[in-house]
């Protein structure tokens, strides 16, 4: 696994694309990818893009810790 580049969550933008996902959680961005076409991942469609707002990606995230 690759060490994520962000540092907090304050530096991410309002959206958040494949390859932030994948720096974020330090996998490959095709990993990101796949992971952003799973049911329960908030991914939205714009146009051809896929795009996470970054508030459902941290609720995703919490979600995933049990929180």
Not at 26 to 48: C, Q, T, W
């Amino acid at each position: 696994m690759r060490e994520s580049t962000v540092k907090n969550y304050e530096e991410l933008p309002l959206f958040l694309s494949a390859k932030l996902v994948s720096e974020v959680l330090g996998v490959s961005p095709s990993s990101a990818y796949e992971l952003m076409h799973e049911k329960d991942f908030p991914a939205l469609r714009i146009g051809n893009r896929l795009v996470v707002p970054k508030d459902h990606f941290r609720e995703w995230v919490d979600r995933r810790l049990g929180k």
